[in-house]
């Protein structure tokens, strides 16, 4: 299949923080299946997610770079939240090559914030400006289709949390928290 990533992208609604998100992620897939290549197409398919990054490197630049970030954040996070709990840091840890000071700083405000929700929500704008910064002039490849898909699993997930029935989120909270 010839790459229409110059016809594709441009066709796509643009994305906004906390806005609705325009389509699911299959329809997300769907269209793009009939403008990218295959082998774009699953990589777009099978995009990490944090629960199946690993300490390996990424073979595709800009998910390496992501993976890292959100790593990073990540352990920026468990720090914070280990040393609350006088517990090692160490056993929460996942390698990462990533290494910015500020998120020692993102970490303590978002854990610091009474609200579960607001924290939850500044974080996940955080990873909104850095996929930003990674979208930095990529315009019609690849790389761009990949922050946009990122950028619409955010808001997915956002998604799912406005709509969710709020009694069944906090009996499953509830149910988790007592483990």
């Not at 056993?91 to 990533?98: D, G, I, K, S």
């Not at 790389?143 to 029935?165: F, P, Q």
Request: hydrophobic share 40%.
């Amino acid at each position: 299949m010839v790459d229409f990533y110059p016809y594709l992208i441009p066709s796509l609604p643009m994305l906004h923080f906390g806005m609705k998100p325009p389509f699911s992620f299959e329809q997300f897939l769907e269209i793009c299946h009939q403008f990218i290549p295959e082998q774009d197409f699953q990589l777009l398919r099978t995009l990490p997610q944090p629960k199946h990054y690993s300490g390996t490197r990424h073979r595709h630049n800009t998910i390496q770079k992501w993976i890292e970030f959100d790593t990073a954040l990540r352990n920026e996070l468990a720090k914070v939240r280990a040393t609350r709990k006088h517990t090692p840091p160490a056993l929460y840890l996942r390698p990462e090559w990533y290494s910015d000071s500020s998120l020692t700083t993102v970490a303590l405000t978002a854990t610091s914030n009474p609200s579960l929700l607001d924290a939850e929500m500044a974080l996940d704008e955080i990873r909104w400006k850095a996929l930003e910064m990674l979208a930095t002039g990529h315009h019609f490849d690849l790389d761009s289709l990949i922050t946009y898909a990122y950028k619409l699993l955010i808001l997915l997930r956002w998604e799912n949390i406005r709509t969710a029935d709020p009694k069944k989120l906090l009996e499953h909270t509830l149910m988790h928290s007592r483990g």
